[in-house]
């Protein structure tokens, strides 16, 4: 029998995964979480991780709706 979660994204990623999907350095995901801006985050014992979801609304709120001149 197959494995239904092959193949398939994890739903936690750790801050290194989440730097990668939002190309940017883990630095700055850290001092974004320091301000409170960044995307939604938590801990889990010692590890700071994002769900996959909070990752793509977060982004998706940084798209500027209205257009520019």
Avoid at 25 to 32: D, E, I, M, Q, S
Avoid at 53 to 60: P, T, V, Y
Wanted: net charge positive; charged share 25%; hydrophobic share 35%.
């Amino acid at each position: 029998m197959p494995d239904p979660t092959a193949g398939h994204q994890p739903e936690l990623l750790t801050i290194t995964e989440a730097a990668d999907m939002l190309r940017a350095p883990v630095a700055t995901l850290r001092y974004w979480r320091h301000l409170g801006t960044g995307p939604r985050s938590f801990r889990l014992g010692r590890r700071v991780l994002y769900r996959r979801a909070d990752l793509r609304s977060w982004i998706d709120a940084q798209a500027d709706p209205s257009p520019r001149p």
